[in-house]
């Protein structure tokens, strides 16, 4: 059985101790198992010693892969891992009221987690530096376990996924964090990953790659261009670090407002069961309808010179690649990818309401998603998209985050997405303070404690938004801008 090192005092069933226990972790910058120093190198050696190579080559070239000679469809020889298919959207009243779009099919629940262990009454997070084919720029620092169904069961025949028995056999330990979430609802159909955060009490042994970090030691990471893994965000978003007095605020305005954000006690501009109802209303209006489709002869794209592009040279191509990695599970395989055009903007507008910081969610609508709507940041688009689609207005906000003056601007970092199936995917995101503005109706002015909340429930918050939570929960206990790589 599980037993801690501090009790856990419960009020009306919520536990009050372990945000704390993580705030405690978030202040700290050093330990007898994490020196800044050594955490700073073994970081910097994993991220130049990339030993993965990737080479673009034709979808008809890919081992182990085949096309559907009546569909088109890319699918892998053992059923297996995911499928590009063709999807028909239809959603009136839009800005695009329909289109079609390759998409990635991959129906398995993969697992994401933490382990969090204990020393000298510091939680620590044992974060693995991990090397995606899609990703530039060699590891970047990933969750302790990071594998899709297909992998963990190896249907591939490699190596066994190191960690993976703490989190599917979880009864001697503390589970702080079980949820399913889903992905990128426009490049993914129904894409769900568990979220976990495993306590642990025993000695772990600390396997190559791997390594212990305070959460003030990964927070700092957040500072620095495609350090912090999508994974690790979106895992993150999920930990207990909200509630009572989370982390002091040390007089700094926003960072008290933020602060109070994350607390429950003190409210919010909307009611929980108000906004609860407004996303219910907001599924109940989507009239989304989607039909997986051939992607042979899909309406708008064209397949030519081993790959599949949009005519007008927009949104993203699917690509095949061939990957060889001293690394991972397996050495070398081969697989189709999506590449976006352009780095997207990830951005919440955020506001102080009574002294407490909001951050407006937009209730969006994508077809991936397995319920229509999810909330989604203030801004979530590529910007390039919009100058090759002239007779479609540009999304709410855009402007308000790129001309924001730099000193409204608390948090600016460009971050990678799943390196797995998407090559080259970044994203610039940030968070850009305003004054207090009404809503639109598809918007909502929330606090962070609010987000978490929901975040605590499968297929309230999309994944971008998760990723913006995690940044703020970082700007607790770091500086409240970011230096973009520094």
Not at 387 to 413: E, K, M, N, S, Y
Request: proline fraction near 6%; aromatic fraction near 8%; include cysteine.
């Amino acid at each position: 059985m599980y037993t801690s090192s501090r009790s856990v005092s419960l009020v009306s069933g919520v536990d009050l101790v372990t945000p704390r226990r993580f705030a405690g972790s978030a202040a700290c910058r050093a330990s007898a198992v994490a020196d800044p120093n050594d955490v700073r190198e073994w970081f910097d050696n994993a991220r130049n010693t990339n030993r993965t190579t990737v080479a673009f080559a034709s979808l008809d070239d890919l081992p182990g892969w085949h096309t559907d000679p009546r569909t088109g469809v890319i699918g892998h020889d053992t059923g297996k891992f995911f499928s590009v298919e063709g999807l028909r959207v239809r959603l009136p009243g839009a800005p695009v009221e329909s289109w079609h779009q390759p998409i990635i099919n991959q129906p398995e629940i993969g697992i994401l987690g933490f382990l969090v262990k204990e020393f000298d009454g510091v939680p620590h997070l044992l974060m693995q530096a991990k090397t995606e084919p899609g990703n530039l720029g060699g590891a970047q620092l990933a969750p302790t376990v990071q594998a899709t169904r297909s992998n963990y069961t190896r249907v591939h025949g490699g190596r066994a996924i190191p960690y993976l028995d703490y989190f599917q056999r979880t009864g001697p330990h503390r589970v702080l964090a079980d949820v399913r979430q889903s992905e990128q609802g426009s490049w993914f159909r129904h894409k769900r990953n568990r979220n976990m955060i495993v306590e642990v009490t025993g000695d772990v042994p600390v396997l190559p790659g791997f390594r212990w970090f305070t959460l003030g030691q990964l927070h700092e990471r957040f500072a620095v261009d495609d350090a912090v893994n999508m994974d690790a965000r979106t895992v993150l978003s999920c930990m207990p670090f909200t509630g009572d007095e989370p982390v002091p605020a040390d007089g700094d305005d926003f960072r008290s407002a933020l602060a109070h954000s994350c607390d429950e006690r003190r409210g919010g501009l909307h009611a929980t069961r108000g906004v609860l109802n407004w996303i219910t209303d907001a599924r109940v209006r989507a009239d989304l309808a989607v039909e997986p489709v051939a992607l042979d002869g899909l309406p708008g794209w064209v397949r030519r010179a081993g790959r599949i592009r949009h005519e007008d040279g927009l949104f993203f191509d699917v690509v095949g690649v061939h990957v060889r990695s001293g690394e991972r599970e397996v050495r070398q395989w081969s697989q189709p990818m999506i590449k976006p055009h352009g780095t997207g903007v990830i951005a919440f507008l955020v506001t102080r309401i009574d002294g407490v910081l909001h951050a407006l969610a937009h209730a969006r609508v994508e077809p991936g998603f397995v319920d229509s709507v999810e909330l989604a940041p203030t801004v979530q688009c590529a910007p390039s998209t919009y100058d090759g689609l002239q007779h479609v207005p540009r999304p709410a906000f855009l402007d308000d985050v790129l001309t924001a003056h730099p000193d409204r601007v608390r948090f600016d970092t460009t971050m990678s997405e799943e390196g797995g199936r998407f090559h080259d995917a970044r994203n610039r995101y940030l968070v850009v303070e305003v004054e207090p503005r009404l809503e639109p109706p598809d918007f909502r002015w929330l606090t962070v404690w609010q987000l978490a909340d929901l975040i605590r429930h499968s297929h309230y918050v999309n994944i971008q938004a998760r990723g913006l939570v995690a940044c703020l929960h970082s700007l607790l206990s770091t500086e409240t801008r970011s230096d973009g790589g520094a």
